[in-house]
């Protein structure tokens, strides 16, 4: 009988299977039974292998032959080796030299669904596909031609089809003799722990992945802070070859000893907390190189039992980082001075802008308790507005700094929103009507009249708004609306979600509280799609071509937004090329205290049947508004002949009209035309009229009084100023002020026909009103291009040449004119006026063919001299100023303190002007004197020369000659920087100033 495995060591194969059950075994009494029938086993199956050994040579296949004798000694051997191989935990096969198996266990039977009969004869290649069964027989050859043991893993098919993973022992089946009689086949189930040896290997790909590739440098250390591993960069960084050097060093060997000890003591501490280091910016200093910076993130290192065994963590180098931070400092710090220079140099332009506005407005409010007519109260009460929107402009550039930096705050006070919108709006009709606009206002009837916010800023958005829709607006008219902005019926008209825009909700109100809604709408050029998010960018401008057409500078709308958002407000627009823009912008308010309204006059007017006559609609239905909320009865006419006959239907009926308001400007037919007719009817001729025109025309006052028209308004009309002009037409009560002229030419000059080239509103109407006092007839120009065409229209007998305009300037209109005079064979008087008043203007002026210079702002004696001049033919010489007294210090009248009289001689007004001057110098000169004294104290010459320099012009004021020259003599040394002998000086300027304020004492 052959042994079927020949010297194959049993004893070996059986503890090694022993051992493969106990690592499976959970130390379970069921598991101890296993293992202890397992022993028993073993014992058998060594008894076996003694007694087959005994036996005589069979074939392979015979032992495995249903013998008939299981008593004899072959029986119980092969029940032994059943049992045994039967119970194994792995998959057993034995195949012949022909790879046709001829026995195989339980286990094997029951993975490939077989019994044994099925599977004795077949060979590989009836059981697996052509693929694996060409593997398995090679592998069977070698180790039948070889004699070895085969030991790996493989891949294995199952009977139902899944693959999986075994691990194989091949060994060659020998008989007695030793001869290879067939291979045996053991082999066990070891796909999941493929699959973790796949997970392990695809774990070990990524980490060497990372740390191969990976920019930053990542670390392990042990507990003792010793380098297990390091990715490449890291190494890089340390400049070593390689990521094995790193292994047992430590950071002592790396950096300086300092760093080495912070690094170890951050790592002790994260060992003993276990809490991470996140981010930590680091300084590296290297023995060998310059210092460096890094980001640090840094990790307790834990075994598979939760034990820290040591930390890694990982390092991004930020040294670029670090130096692009320190120089955005620097770069920073140099802007904040920038800014700071800027601050202080606009402060300083503002204050010497702010003088001359201030003395502006105060003299208008000394002229405002003067004994002066209706109309003069009119212009005098326009002069002090658009004085103070100077001063609001010049304020917006700060305001924009501030903006910028986040400072600007919002005032809140109460204020009469009618007035103040409608005042407003009024400061800027003379520019409408120039262009032919009409310029409307109006408010809500069921607004309150008193809210409280702030009311600079809002002045400030709507002159933006109105003046930008004038500017770019030929034709049509410009409206102003206010309304509720929480009104279902303004939300569902003004959507701005309708244009594509992105507009927030409204948000609740507070109670006490009103959100407004201001729409300012114009039949201008409008606006493309595409400009319409970037209008309200800082210096922007839907077309860039627009600022030499139009001027500006694309500033206001970037403020108005900014003031806007301040507002708790939002602003957005509404626009269509060819047709028109409607600004519109919200912003909240206060509900504030009601004034008590005067209702005492509403009895007598409740009813009064008065007709309306304009021929624009929007002007129509705005004054209809008004006299509704009054309880009038108002009828509305488009035209003048319509309301002569309707005028005239009514004076024959019980009910006739008893006021009529009356547009000035109206085509066909005029205002005045109107009121001619009227005044000539018998039965009309006693109707109160009021007049209101887009445009004050010089002769339209005179014209009125001369007509007996009660009252002359212009457009927009305030509701309080038609209220009180309806009262006073209806002599409901008393004139607030007597009738006077509203033009006493005066001089010895003849009446000029004089062009006026000026495109500043405020100064053309100052111009205009001084000339036309002086009897000469006007005609503006704009710009440079209006100026040379109006020359070339007609002869003027002189030319007032702004020298800064848009379009074209003053020197470049000058030179064109002088072009068309030389071939003329003529000469036509220009005289240049400018606010620049900048070192070489008048040689510039001059040298363009000026006959003389003037600069603003205008003083009309001064403007008088020098247009005499030019007709007297005298030599071109520089505007008359008055005469200085700024003598140098050593000819400066000792005993001469000031000199009053030569003062009031000086100043157009004597000492009724002259008087509130002093009260503001005993003011304002202790504290020039405290400032002085300051800039000293700090060495600061800039604010001493400032200082000096402003008391130095006060001073000249009075002819105080010895203040003035110490004055001048002080600046002259703080611009030099020469502060010690700047101090020799304070002590005799303190005298001089101390005796001029004891002189105006006196005299006061």
């Known amino acids: ?191 999941e722990r493929k699959h973790l040896d796949q997970d392990l290997e695809k774990a070990r790909y990524l980490l060497n992945t990372l740390l191969n590739n990976i920019p930053d440098s990542i670390y392990f250390k042990d507990r003792d802070s010793r380098f297990i591993r390091i990715s490449r960069s890291m190494a890089k960084k340390f400049h070593w070859k390689n990521a094995e050097i790193a292994v047992g060093k430590t950071d002592a060997d790396i950096f300086t000893s300092e760093h080495a000890a912070n690094a170890r003591a951050s790592e002790l501490e994260i060992m003993d907390t276990g809490v991470p280091m996140v981010a930590e910016i680091e300084r590296e200093t290297w023995a060998d190189r310059p210092d460096s910076w890094c980001s640090s993130t840094k990790m307790p290192l834990r075994d598979d039992a939760g034990r820290i065994v040591g930390t890694f963590g990982i390092t991004r180098d930020v040294t670029d980082l670090k130096r692009t931070e320190q120089e955005l400092k620097t770069a920073k710090e140099a802007a904040d001075a920038a800014n700071q220079a800027k601050s202080d140099f606009l402060a300083n332009m503002s204050h010497e802008i702010r003088t001359p506005m201030n003395g502006i407005i105060g003299m208008a409010d000394l002229m405002a308790h003067t004994n002066l007519s209706i109309e003069q109260r009119d212009y005098l009460r326009t002069i002090k507005d658009s004085a103070d929107s100077l001063l609001r402009i010049i304020n917006d550039i700060l305001d924009f700094s501030k903006i910028e930096a986040g400072k600007l705050e919002l005032e809140e006070t109460s204020f009469n929103l009618r007035d103040c919108v409608g005042r407003t709006v009024q400061t800027l009709a003379v520019k409408a009507a120039e262009k032919g606009l009409e310029l409307a206002c109006r408010i809500d009837p069921h607004l309150p009249n008193q809210v409280a916010g702030d009311p600079v800023r809002l002045r400030q958005i709507v002159v933006n708004l109105v003046g930008n829709a004038i500017k770019f607006t030929q034709q049509g008219e410009v409206v102003v609306e206010v309304t509720n902005a929480d009104d279902p019926k303004v939300i569902a008209i003004t959507n701005p979600l309708a244009n594509g825009q992105s507009h927030l909700p409204l948000e609740a109100l507070d109670a006490g509280a009103i959100r407004l809604q201001f729409a300012v709408r114009d039949t201008g050029i409008g606006i493309p799609g595409e400009k319409v998010q970037t209008v309200f960018e800082e210096f922007a401008q839907a077309d860039v071509s627009t600022t030499r057409q139009f001027g500006g500078t694309g500033l206001g709308l970037a403020i108005s937004a900014r003031l806007v958002d301040l507002m708790h407000g939002n602003i957005w627009l509404d626009s269509q090329v060819g047709v028109g823009t409607t600004f519109y912008f919200t912003a909240e308010f206060l509900l504030a205290d009601a004034a008590v309204a005067p209702t005492e006059n509403l009895d007598s007017l409740r009813g009064l049947p008065t007709i309306v006559v304009d021929d624009n609609n929007t002007n129509r239905q705005i004054f209809g508004e008004m006299l509704d909320a009054w309880q009038l009865n108002p009828t509305l006419v488009a035209s003048a002949p319509a309301a002569l006959a309707e005028l005239q239907r009514a004076a024959s009926t019980e009910d006739p009209y008893r006021l009529v308001l009356l547009d000035c400007m109206m085509p066909h037919m005029d205002g005045f035309a109107l009121a001619e007719c009227i005044r000539q009817s018998p039965l009309l001729k006693g109707l109160p009229i009021i007049m209101i025109s887009s445009a004050a025309r010089a002769d339209d006052s005179q014209r009125c009084r001369e007509m007996g028209i009660q009252r002359y308004l212009t457009k927009p009309v305030l509701q309080s100023d038609l209220f009180d002009s309806i009262l006073d037409a209806m002599d409901i009560r008393s004139h607030h002020a007597t009738s006077t002229p509203l033009l006493e030419p005066g001089g010895n000059q003849r009446p000029l026909n004089i062009l006026l080239a000026e495109d500043g509103l405020v100064n053309q109407r100052v111009a205009i009103g001084f000339l036309s006092r002086e009897g000469h007839n006007v005609t503006l120009a704009r710009n440079g291009i209006e100026a040379v065409m109006e020359v070339a229209r007609q002869p003027f007998d002189l030319v007032l040449m702004d020298l800064q305009m848009p379009e074209m300037d003053g020197v470049e209109a000058t030179l064109e004119i002088r072009v068309r005079d030389r071939h003329l064979g003529i000469h036509t008087p220009i005289i240049a006026m400018t606010a620049a008043a900048m070192d070489g203007d008048r040689e510039r002026c001059l040298s363009a063919g000026m006959d003389d210079y003037i600069s603003k702002p205008i003083n009309p004696s001064q403007l008088q001299a020098v247009i005499a001049g030019v007709f007297d033919r005298e030599p071109p010489t520089a505007a008359a100023a008055p005469e200085r007294y700024l003598p140098p210090l050593e000819l400066a009248n000792p005993t001469q303190i000031v000199d009053l009289r030569h003062a009031i001689e000086r100043i157009d007004g004597g000492w009724e002007l002259l008087e509130p001057l002093t009260s503001a110098m005993r003011q304002e000169g202790p504290i020039l004197i405290d400032q002085i004294h300051h800039a000293l104290q700090m060495g600061d010459c800039k604010s001493l020369a400032r200082a000096a320099h402003t008391l130095k012009g006060s001073a000249d004021v009075f002819a105080a000659s010895r203040v003035v020259a110490v004055s001048i003599r002080l600046e002259e040394l703080a611009r030099a920087n020469k502060l010690a002998e700047c101090r020799a000086l304070l002590d005799e300027l303190q005298d001089e100033v101390e005796a001029m304020l004891e002189h105006l004492n006196r005299e006061a």
Not at 131 to 141: E, I, N, T, V, W
């Open 1 to 191: 009988m052959t042994d079927p495995t020949g010297p194959f060591d049993l004893q070996s194969a059986l503890q090694k299977v022993r051992s493969r059950l106990v690592a499976q075994t959970d130390g379970s009494a069921d598991e101890e039974e296993l293992l202890a029938a397992w022993d028993q086993i073993a014992r058998r199956a060594e008894a076996a292998e003694s007694t087959f050994s005994q036996l005589p040579p069979q074939q392979p296949s015979e032992i495995f032959i249903d013998s008939q004798d299981p008593s004899s000694a072959l029986g119980e051997t092969r029940i032994l080796y059943h049992t045994l191989v039967d119970n194994l935990p792995i998959n057993l096969v034995l195949k012949d030299l022909h790879g046709r198996r001829v026995f195989a266990n339980e286990r094997y039977l029951q993975l490939h669904q077989m019994t044994l009969q099925e599977l004795r004869g077949k060979t590989d290649f009836d059981i697996f596909p052509e693929h694996l069964a060409k593997a398995y027989q090679l592998d069977d050859q070698q180790v039948i031609r070889e004699g070895i043991v085969l030991h790996d893993t493989e891949p294995y098919l199952a009977k139902d089809g899944n693959e999986c993973w075994i691990e194989r022992v091949k060994a060659p089946v020998r008989d007695a003799q030793g001869k290879i009689t067939g291979v045996q086949l053991l082999f066990w189930d070891v796909t």
